[in-house]
């Protein structure tokens, strides 16, 4: 073995001598970067999980612990007390529920309609087709609060052409009910669905002309080419986009707010959480009682860790495929 | 009699194309140009709610919201001035920083896909309400901080940043790279989807033009600003636009927030319009602005 090694030495010796110390001057190069790359990608890494990981920590410690400085990452005193009073505080399971309910719903109906579109701008040629997808990237551009107030006072009193008003006597009030978010999604209008249908089109376009031209020889429909040719090929990114929809509804709160302001979902529930902590204590402490601040923020964390869970577990089970097919959609412009 | 048996065919396309991205035009019709226009109405005027029968009543009284807006609120001028300077240091560094990782992320190492996993966790992690949780949690870290001072224990950083700004060198620029070091974690949670949009672009560079390039005697450095850059330029564009309305629309902004506050809790609609359009019409300037300087030099290889 040893020999073996001191062959090796010998041969890279010899042949770094033949080369005039450009192998040793390459090799040592390149270890050094090597290294420093590794260091510096453990470290940004480390950054962007330290918090995660600062939260997880600090969920399972008691209150006094936070006001300890020997205590850093291990909790003294472990408990799971905050996670059962958080889950008592914003009905844990019920804003799961209702949260995975209406993300689900949205990101299905957003990707699908969202798929239809971007393989019409991808795929067809037509009159003002650049006008069209000029408005595609206006709804990417255009802020949701410029139109926020104008949509919610629809909505509130929703009408089309007269006809309700016509019928029931007045306008609907679509106030609190998840038909505006359905409607939204379905028209493309939804969170984010410029973007979702701006990445889907420059999919199709990178997929060979020549699939669906054989398709169409083999006396194929438009409509069935693309559900039976073009759709299956289109899966990464179609996960990928569900993926993103679902994450960000799952957070969202712009759209909650306005709409479902009544319905319990974590994201709206999470930031009353010091509210709720509030009452809760006056309750069981009588009026005037104030959690402290450094209280309200760990039940935040905890609160914080108890709603990402389900996300990260959609991450892991999906990221592969996410992270591959990105990268590999080929952007365009 | 075959041309326009072709014509025939091209105009089935056309209205089969219509067909697809109908839901879309009935969308924007009926969700974007008829709100977009109602909120710019409502700027103009006062908005009365519950009116009469049941609707809204908009009368109109001018420019007032915007003068409001731009004289009369305390928070509103000042705060898109602070937005806007922010966002003039935060969108190049945003840009800088996921370029170089994505070049980072595009090489091959060990354990490059757990890597590319843990660089695309901000994409969740910083989306909707958590962002707005988190900025919250700076109280939290004040608190360390004071537990800290007041323990005498002693932090890494803290003490290197007191030799150095002690040792009486470029105090000005020390205390900038300290601001930079500072906000290194928001810029990296803040580039998740521009590195994912770079690493794209970056793989669809073509490998044989890099071995060219090596053949040709290009050093690594060199075929970096000759190939890399060029060839990624249309995608830096995309990116420019992207981050500029990610930070715009971030749901901490306190822009944002405040006229959404305005429109939910006090109903003054034509107020929170007219706030809404100022910020709209700052935006897509500093976007046009941005991309004019950036498509000067975008270079399409094809």
């Not at chain 1, 192998?23 to 040592?28: D, E, F, P, R």
């Not at chain 1, 914003?90 to 949205?106: C, E, P, V």
């Not at chain 2, 822009?255 to 107020?271: L, P």
């Not at chain 2, 706030?275 to 975008?298: D, E, K, N, P, Q």
Request: positive net charge; proline residues 3%; aromatic residues 14%.
């Amino acid at each position: 073995m040893n020999k073996k090694i001191r062959e090796r030495w010998k041969d890279a010796i010899e042949r770094n001598r033949k080369s005039g110390g450009y192998l040793l001057k390459k090799t040592v190069s390149r270890k050094t970067y090597q290294i420093l790359r590794a260091i510096l990608l453990f470290g940004l890494c480390f950054l962007i999980l330290q918090p995660l990981l600062n939260k997880i920590s600090v969920s399972f410690m008691k209150e006094n612990d936070l006001y300890d400085p020997t205590i850093i990452v291990v909790p003294r005193n472990f408990t799971t007390e905050n996670y059962r009073l958080v889950s008592h505080l914003i009905s844990f399971w019920k804003a799961l529920a209702n949260s995975i309910g209406i993300s689900t719903m949205a990101s299905v109906i957003q990707v699908a309609f969202c798929t239809i579109v971007g393989y019409g701008f991808a795929r067809f040629k037509f009159p003002l087709k650049r006008f069209w997808f000029a408005c595609v990237l206006l709804v990417i551009i255009v802020p949701p609060q410029t139109i926020m107030s104008s949509l919610y006072l629809n909505f509130r009193f929703f009408d089309i052409f007269g006809i309700f008003k016509l019928m029931l006597g007045h306008s609907l009030n679509l106030q609190n009910s998840v038909i505006p978010y359905i409607l939204l999604c379905m028209t493309g209008m939804g969170l984010k669905s410029g973007l979702y249908i701006f990445l889907i089109r420059q999919y199709f376009r990178g997929i060979p002309k020549e699939l669906e031209e054989a398709a169409y020889v083999d006396g194929c429909g438009n409509f069935s080419t693309f559900l039976k040719i073009m759709l299956p090929d289109a899966t990464p990114i179609l996960t990928s986009c569900f993926l993103f929809a679902f994450v960000w509804q799952w957070t969202d709160s712009y759209y909650s707010k306005m709409f479902v302001g009544n319905i319990t979902l974590l994201s709206n529930r999470l930031t009353a959480i010091t509210s709720l902590l509030t009452d809760y204590l006056q309750v069981i402490n009588g009026t005037g009682s104030k959690p402290s601040i450094a209280y309200g923020q760990m039940m935040i964390s905890t609160g914080m860790i108890m709603a990402i869970i389900p996300l990260l577990l959609i991450y892991i089970v999906a990221q592969k495929g996410f992270v591959e097919s990105l990268s590999q959609s080929g952007l365009k412009m | 009699m075959a041309g326009k048996k072709h014509k025939d065919l091209q105009a089935k396309k056309a209205v089969t194309g219509y067909l697809f991205i109908l839901p879309f035009i009935i969308g924007f019709l009926a969700f974007m140009i008829v709100p977009l226009i109602e909120s710019l109405r409502m700027s103009f005027s006062n908005v009365v709610v519950g009116a009469g029968n049941g609707g809204f009543v908009m009368k109109y009284i001018g420019i007032a919201n915007y003068v409001k807006a731009f004289t009369v609120d305390p928070d509103f001028n000042r705060w898109l001035t602070e937005e806007l300077t922010r966002m003039a240091i935060q969108v190049p560094t945003t840009l800088v920083v996921s370029f170089f990782m994505a070049l980072l992320l595009n090489q091959s190492f060990k354990g490059r896909g757990l890597v590319r996993a843990i660089f695309f966790l901000p994409v969740i992690l910083s989306s909707g309400v958590l962002v707005g949780l988190e900025y919250n949690n700076s109280l939290l870290a004040g608190m360390q901080d004071y537990i800290q001072k007041n323990t005498q224990s002693t932090n890494i950083t803290a003490v290197l940043e007191e030799i150095l700004s002690n040792s009486g060198f470029g105090h000005r620029f020390l205390e900038g790279v300290f601001s930079i070091v500072n906000n290194v974690y928001n810029v990296v949670i803040a580039s998740g989807i521009q590195i994912i949009i770079f690493l794209s672009g970056l793989q669809t560079i073509s490998k044989s033009m890099y071995e060219a390039a090596i053949i040709e005697g290009c050093t690594a450095w060199e075929s970096f600003w000759k190939i890399t850059l060029p060839m990624v330029s249309s995608v830096i564009l995309v990116n420019v636009i992207y981050t500029i309305i990610d930070f715009f629309m971030k749901t901490d902004s306190r822009i944002m927030n405040k006229i959404t506050e305005t429109m939910i809790s006090k109903m003054d609609y034509g107020f929170s319009s007219a706030m809404a359009w100022s910020y709209f019409v700052a935006v897509i300037l500093i976007i046009g602005v941005f991309s004019a300087i950036t498509s000067r030099w975008v270079y399409y290889y094809e």
